[in-house]
């Protein structure tokens, strides 16, 4: 039952996108800014967002890792730092290596990596307001070490 509900919810999406496209010659000339374009319009749309996030950035990692990499994402939007909305954090330039490189549109989010979005939506925040996670083993640029770390989860280190 819940992979047929997920699946409308997006279908009804993507038709909503599509005859949006389809109407104005494209997302590029509706009139609108483009971070307009990308605000979500409701909490299923953030679900969607963050479970998407999740999958890119911490598929694999324990379950309270993916819920803290969903709390990141949320903490940034209340910082005057970033964007205030979830996809505007989302498709901020190189934020995410997962949205760089598309990985967030090539896979369905899990049950789980759902479940952890639902809970970091609903206030649930491991990192306890955390703006920043990085992989210490993976190359990353020397400005992040620059950010007081908080914690790790399984792979990945929080930071403010």
Do not use: C
């Amino acid at each position: 039952m819940k992979m047929s509900v997920r699946m409308a919810v997006l279908t009804l999406a993507l038709l909503v996108l599509f005859s949006l496209a389809l109407g104005s010659g494209g997302p590029g000339r509706l009139g609108a800014s483009s971070r307009a374009l990308a605000s979500p319009q409701s909490w299923w749309d953030e679900l969607d967002l963050i479970s998407r996030i999740i999958m890119g950035e911490a598929m694999g990692e324990p379950f309270i890792g993916q819920v803290a990499v969903g709390a990141v994402v949320i903490n940034r939007t209340r910082s005057p730092e970033f964007p205030s909305t979830i996809a505007g954090v989302m498709y901020e330039p190189d934020a995410f290596e997962s949205v760089t490189n598309g990985l967030v549109w090539s896979n369905t989010p899990s049950d789980a990596e759902i479940r952890a979005a639902e809970l970091a939506l609903n206030g649930w925040d491991p990192t306890g307001g955390a703006l920043f996670f990085w992989n210490p083993s993976k190359p990353v640029g020397p400005w992040i070490w620059s950010r007081p770390i908080i914690l790790q989860i399984g792979g990945h280190v929080f930071a403010y």
